[in-house]
């Protein structure tokens, strides 16, 4: 279980890390999205285990490989979300900032995010799923330890009762994270839980 976890967090801050900002990015600056929405429209359809032939070709076997699919399942959530969120925020809002004389940087930081951030965190609630369902296939081939290392030698062994084991440890371990990523939403948004 902590392998797996360790797995998960690593892609998905990763993904967050760079998924959220592009979104961001694109969300604001049409001439950005112009730059970056082609490449990304090329990288969207294509399907998170479709990359582990070739994660394995440039990585191995290792952690480094699951790491990467995990990345690229969390970023597609991240990035569709927050720039669906910044695209949301009626643009009377983002005007009257502007007639107030906001700098740039502070209406990003007092407007931008904000009003983006409840489709934000639906993103990362997507990702967090993303990570867990591509996290166990990804364990499934060539791991030594890990949850999916768990189903796949249960599977060889013909041991229905440690698969059983084993999906379950994924659905708490996964539920868990999911309840921590929905306490730091109502910490970050307060607003919302007073409403």
Not at 7 to 32: D, E, H, K, N, T
Not at 44 to 65: Q, S, Y
Not at 116 to 138: H, N, Y
Not at 156 to 163: K, S
Request: aromatic share 8%; hydrophobic share 60%.
């Amino acid at each position: 279980v902590l392998h797996s976890v360790k797995l998960v967090l690593m892609g998905f801050v990763a993904a967050v890390a760079v998924g959220v900002p592009l979104g961001l990015a694109m969300g604001w600056s049409r001439s950005f999205e112009a730059f970056a929405n082609p490449a990304f429209l090329l990288l969207r359809p294509i399907p998170p285990l479709a990359w582990i032939p070739l994660a394995i070709v440039w990585l191995g076997l290792g952690d480094a490989a699951k790491v990467l699919i995990i990345w690229f399942a969390a970023f597609v959530p991240a990035v569709i979300n927050s720039y669906s969120g910044v695209r949301a925020i009626e643009p009377h809002l983002i005007e009257a900032a502007r007639m107030l004389g906001v700098p740039s940087r502070m209406l990003v930081r007092e407007v931008l995010i904000p009003g983006a951030l409840p489709m934000i965190f639906t993103g990362l609630r997507l990702s967090m799923q993303a990570c867990w369902t591509t996290l166990v296939a990804g364990e499934l081939i060539g791991a030594i330890a890990g949850l999916g290392h768990v189903l796949y030698q249960a599977s060889l062994d013909l041991f229905p009762a440690m698969i059983v084991v084993g999906m379950a440890a994924v659905a708490a371990t996964g539920a868990a994270m999911t309840a921590l990523l929905g306490w730091i939403e109502r910490r970050a948004m307060p607003w919302r839980a007073q409403a």
